[in-house]
């Protein structure tokens, strides 16, 4: 049964409903409104990172739009711009996000890619951001990047990346780093793509440089120069002798005769006068043993990005000693001095 109300009653009730309503309004919701309906509501300010192009490719990002005032998962966003595409007949342009870390898969919406055929033109893309990383535009062909441009919200510098340290082009140029370019297998190919190659990466930082005013005893000939004085003290002898000066700290690697432990290097470097031991691998048998070794002191780090160079310094051991693992052959050289094999632990 219907309940009839007087006039009366109606006017109080409504009255009621808009003093909640203006106090709910007032109280609650503030002045803008960091969620909207509409994915390109609030224009966000795009900040261009690193890229990687074939020769000819371009991708130019005009607009950055969301339901939200800032990047962040759970929000809805549109990107423009133009691309230019001339290393391929066709390819698939899409907006996809590199992960910081390991991440569940999602799967692709139609809206966040388009078909781009050689020549030039303008593409509209929207996506959902499901996890954190950073984000891209990228050509791909069969399903592999032929390149594209990273991007984030300026202002927010974790949301960039600067800095690349692959390529996903077809037969990359070599780097010219000098000597640890040879510890990296030429086969490792598309995979330094991968979500977790990148997230090692990001945390490894860029290689630092050595110090403009570094101490001369650690120059790269002065440190083959100590080595072959620790060689002499231990009784060993290096068949081969090299120093990464690729960055900051250099490192002695090598090849020595017979076995060596590593606890032998580790005190005869602190015994050199001005070096000490920071680090090294060692492996081999009596045929001869690789080895990678740091003797510069933490003291002479840059104070800014001792972190940096620590976080690098076990990686780059591994690799240089690898690097020699690799072209060690099957018996070693015949030492030049008479003396040789394994040195004795103090």
């Not at 001005?274 to 002191?297: C, H, K, L, N, W």
């Amino acid at each position: 049964m219907n309940e009839l109300r007087s006039p009366i009653n109606q006017i109080l009730a409504l009255a009621l409903t808009l003093i909640l309503s203006a106090g709910a309004g007032t109280g609650c919701a503030p002045a803008k409104e960091k969620v909207t309906g509409a994915a390109d509501s609030l224009v966000i300010q795009p900040d261009i990172g690193a890229s990687d192009f074939a020769p000819g490719d371009r991708v130019v990002i005009t607009s950055l739009r969301g339901n939200r005032e800032h990047l962040e998962i759970g929000g809805r966003y549109t990107l423009d711009g133009s691309y230019t595409l001339a290393s391929a007949g066709r390819a698939d342009l899409a907006w996809f996000v590199t992960s910081h870390g390991p991440v569940d898969s999602t799967e692709v919406e139609d809206t966040e890619h388009i078909s781009a055929t050689k020549g030039s033109g303008t593409f509209h893309l929207e996506k959902t951001l499901h996890n954190d990383g950073w984000m891209h535009v990228s050509f791909y062909v069969d399903g592999r990047s032929i390149g594209g441009v990273y991007f984030g919200e300026k202002g927010f510098e974790d949301s960039v990346l600067r800095k690349i340290f692959w390529s996903e082009l077809p037969n990359p140029a070599a780097g010219n780093s000098k000597h640890i370019g040879s510890a990296v297998s030429a086969g490792a190919g598309a995979s330094q793509t991968s979500p977790a190659n990148l997230a090692i990466l990001a945390y490894l930082g860029d290689p630092v440089p050595a110090p403009a005013k570094l101490d001369d005893r650690y120059s790269p000939s002065n440190l083959k120069l100590a080595f072959n004085d620790l060689s002499r003290k231990l009784g060993i002898t290096a068949l081969r002798l090299e120093v990464d000066e690729s960055e900051f700290p250099f490192v002695v690697y090598g090849l020595i005769a017979g076995r060596c432990d590593y606890h032998a290097l580790a005190d005869g470097a602190r015994q050199l006068d001005g070096y000490t031991y920071a680090g090294s691998v060692t492996s081999g048998d009596e045929r001869g043993t690789y080895f990678a070794v740091d003797m510069i002191p933490p003291r002479e780090l840059p104070r800014a990005r001792i972190e940096d160079c620590n976080r690098r310094l076990m990686i780059r051991l591994q690799m240089l000693a690898a690097s020699v693992r690799a072209h060690k052959p099957d018996s070693a050289p015949r030492p030049i001095e008479a003396e040789s094999g394994g040195a004795s632990t103090r």
